[in-house]
T-cell receptor, first 113, second 114 residues
Framework: NAGVTQTPKFQVLKTGQSMTLQCAQD?????MSWYRQDPGMGLRLIHY???????DQGEVPNGYNVSRSTTEDFPLRLLSAAPSQTSVYFC????????????FGSGTQLSVL | GDSVTQMEGPVTLSEEAFLTINCTYT??????LFWYVQYPGEGLQLLLK?????DKGSNKGFEATYRKETTSFHLEKGSVQVSDSAVYFC?????????????FGGGTRVLVKP
């Protein structure tokens, strides 16, 4: 059982470049989300989705886009990378939408130069 | 808005020592509280949770009690092992907003030495 799969594991970008972080889950979870992890700040919610075709903004959405065309996939797009987006990004999913256990991927370490 | 405050680390312990990681929160209503653990190179995993006041969550020898009067959810383990070396995150969910959104504390790194 693969769980939540994130690709790539590492990425280096130049300022202004765009890229997509991939996230897929095979547990038929309705809820999916993206967090970024910065030292001393814990995890902050970027975007989330409560089902296919539905997305919404979290705490720090600026500079990121998401879409949810299928239940399985929830890609995160950086439109024009900035050094402030250097971080570790985690995708998470859960079966239900409230107080349910979150399953996390292993993360993508992104550096923007 | 909601917030979670954890003690700053790193916390360095010897094997078999007692571990406490303090966590306090600010939230309206009656949030659910969680501890997640992140082992090196991995994503976060749910360690334990409590959904109402005075509930005690427990797992793998770790315990935490939901104290509404002190707005706290301190994590404890009586005898740590080297394998408990990880980063521990306290988190809350207000249970009202859509999307199973969690608010996380800053994390506490724990290093257990043999």
């Amino acid at each position: 059982n693969a769980g939540v799969t994130q690709t790539p594991k590492f990425q280096v970008l130049k300022t202004g470049q765009s890229m997509t972080l991939q996230c897929a889950q095979d547990m038929n979870h309705e809820y999916m989300s993206w967090y970024r992890q910065d030292p001393g700040m814990g995890l902050r919610l970027i975007h989330y989705s409560v089902g296919a075709g539905i997305t919404d903004q979290g705490e720090v959405p600026n500079g990121y886009n998401v879409s949810r065309s299928t239940t399985e996939d929830f890609p995160l797009r950086l439109l024009s990378a900035a050094p402030s987006q250097t971080s570790v990004y985690f995708c998470a999913s859960s079966l239900g939408a409230t107080n349910e256990k979150l399953f996390f991927g292993s993360g993508t370490q992104l550096s923007v130069l | 808005g909601d917030s979670v405050t954890q003690m700053e680390g790193p916390v360095t312990l010897s094997e078999e020592a007692f571990l406490t990681i303090n966590c306090t929160y600010t939230a309206t209503g009656y949030p659910s509280l969680f501890w997640y653990v992140q082992y090196p190179g991995e994503g976060l995993q749910l360690l334990l949770k409590a959904t109402k006041a005075d509930d005690k969550g427990s797992n793998k020898g770790f315990e935490a009690t939901y104290r509404k009067e002190t707005t706290s959810f301190h994590l404890e383990k009586g005898s740590v092992q080297v394998s408990d070396s990880a980063v521990y995150f306290c988190a809350l969910s207000d249970g009202k907003a859509a999307g199973n959104k969690l608010t996380f504390g800053g994390g506490t790194r724990v290093l257990v030495k043999p």
